[in-house]
């Protein structure tokens, strides 16, 4: 049994920065790549972020580019989501995903095969 558990969500203000944990069990991640998604009420789930666990390639939404930063700690078993300057447009639940794959990321929510529960993101303006 795969678990990813998110931590890190919260209420803050427009401009200010948040930091997501997922952290993984149940297996080695060495052949995943760990995404970030997000849904908002009324939306479709939608990507956000990926990352090999060997940190090879990487992957952003658009509308996060040069705002939030993936990464992971081997060590910890534990990918993070560095979102700087956030804005009401990304006010959501996100949720930390994994999918087999020998390389590359994927960005469609239908690719990944294991999720955790999410952790709540609310930006006010």
């Known amino acids: 049994q795969v678990q990813l558990v998110e931590s890190g969500g919260g209420l803050v203000q427009a401009g200010d920065s948040l930091r997501l944990s997922c952290a993984a069990s149940g297996r080695t991640f060495s052949n995943y790549a760990m995404g970030w998604f997000r849904q908002a009420p009324g939306k479709e789930r939608e990507f956000v972020a990926a990352i090999r666990w060997s940190g090879g390639s990487t992957g952003y939404a658009d509308s996060v580019k040069g705002r939030f930063t993936i990464s992971r700690d081997n060590a910890k078993n534990t990918v993070y989501l560095q979102m700087n300057s956030l804005k009401p447009e990304d006010t959501a639940v996100y949720y930390c995903?994994?999918?087999?794959?020998?390389?590359?990321?994927?960005?469609?929510?239908?690719?990944?095969?294991?999720w955790g529960q999410g952790t709540q993101v609310t930006v006010s303006s």
């Open positions: 995903a994994a999918q087999y794959r020998i390389y590359g990321i994927g960005v469609s929510p239908i690719e990944y095969d294991y």
